[in-house]
């Protein structure tokens, strides 16, 4: 009796949404004190300097609602170091918005733009989170496979998956799982489509402190032409160790970031003020990829060094491997026996995908991992791979 009730209480929208794959699993891990190779979390602490701040802010009585758009400090930060680290010129007054977390930001960028109906496009493998965003604002998310093994933008596939429906493109880089950093020839060809056919391209770029090498973070804001049709994403949770204080950004044209900040409004009203003060006082983002080369490359060769086919990440947290050939399972499998008989967590691929089907010879690993428990974990699959009887 109360499960039919509770049944036809919750909303189709809600119902739809499937429990985030890795989250339950890592439940499970966390239970047995498994080593979590899976997930995207910081490992420290924000800057010290960003913690008295907040803390100051909080005895000072900053502690009621902040203006939609977010403090005028925070706003002239993100500006500044968009300016500084990516020589983009923003105006933080009228381009810039502070979120609740990226999450929140692609979700208000969603609302502002698509309406119940319109068609998005995300490029796949795709950012577990991304498709229930697309969902929870009543539009259909229309996967536009990357290529496969080099994980390039395909200009042909976007185009022909465009409908007089399509109102946006929900773009992450660098990108999460592959670790693709999208090239200036991509992300230009990809803005002519967008301009063209007037379609907003929402970049996600919560990674864009996290570039190795001779590659360079690109983004649809470096295109001045494009502009009118960009909605980027950022967020203080990995480049400031802060995921649980739930701080990021948009920056979009004015008529965009009014629009932006009217949804804000009505959905968060604004991101908390005094942690908002708190991580005005740093403008550097504290921990870049410098901080993790050393842990991508030994993750990499020991993931190759036991047999599997990997894209080398240019940038962000994780790697992307294809595993079957060292086992016959598929990856959700892979993943159970492994967690059970090694007590090692990886993140199983069909999550990153519309088909599952399709998600079932990948797995994703994160490289931003102690050294030692780094070691640990691999030791443990390594061991594993060499023993497994299928
Ligand atoms: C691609 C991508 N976007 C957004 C997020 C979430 O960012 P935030 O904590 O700012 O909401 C993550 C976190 O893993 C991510 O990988």
Request: proline share 8%; net charge neutral.
């Amino acid at each position: 009796m109360s499960m039919s009730l509770k049944k036809t209480l919750l909303s189709q929208r809600a119902a739809g949404l499937a429990p985030l794959s890795v989250g339950r699993l890592a439940a499970t891990a966390r239970e047995r004190g498994a080593v979590d190779l899976a997930s995207g979390v910081p490992l420290g602490n924000p800057p010290e300097a960003v913690l008295t701040a907040a803390t100051a802010a909080m005895r000072a009585g900053r502690n009621q609602y902040a203006p939609a758009a977010g403090s005028p400090q925070l706003r002239a930060v993100v500006a500044e170091r968009l300016s500084r680290d990516r020589a983009v010129v923003v105006d933080p007054e009228h381009e810039v918005t502070i979120t609740s977390g990226a999450t929140e930001g692609v979700l208000a960028a969603l609302l502002a733009c698509v309406d119940p109906g319109d068609e998005v496009l995300v490029p796949e493998p795709w950012f577990e989170s991304y498709p229930g965003a697309v969902r929870l604002v009543g539009a259909v998310p229309r996967p536009v496979p990357l290529t496969l093994g080099d994980w390039r933008l395909d200009t042909d596939v976007i185009r022909a998956a465009i409908t007089p429906r399509t109102r946006a493109i929900l773009l992450n880089t660098p990108h999460n799982p592959t670790g693709r950093v999208f090239s200036a020839a991509e992300i230009a060809a990809l803005m002519e489509i967008c301009v063209r056919r007037d379609i907003v391209c929402i970049t996600d770029e919560v990674y864009d402190s996290f570039v190795f090498g001779r590659c360079e973070m690109t983004s649809p804001l470096d295109l001045p032409s494009a502009r009118e049709h960009v909605v980027a994403v950022g967020s203080f949770s990995k480049s400031l160790q802060m995921s649980g204080w739930r701080l990021g950004y948009c920056v979009a044209p004015p008529a965009l970031s009014a629009g932006l900040r009217r949804v804000v409004e009505r959905t968060t009203v604004c991101a908390p003020t005094p942690l908002q003060e708190g991580a005005a006082a740093v403008s550097a983002a504290s921990s870049g990829a410098e901080n993790f080369r050393a842990t991508r490359d030994a993750m990499v060769e020991r993931l190759a060094g036991a047999g599997l086919e990997l894209f080398h990440p240019e940038g962000g947290w994780f790697v992307w491997s294809r595993i079957d050939r060292v086992t016959p399972l598929p990856a959700a499998e892979f993943a159970v026996r492994l967690l059970d008989e090694a007590g090692v967590l990886v993140a199983p691929g069909p999550a990153f995908f519309d088909d599952p089907r399709d998600g079932s010879r990948w797995i994703r690993t994160s490289f931003i991992r102690d050294p030692e428990i780094m070691d640990q974990g691999m030791k443990r699959l390594e061991n594993f791979l060499r023993t497994a009887a299928w």
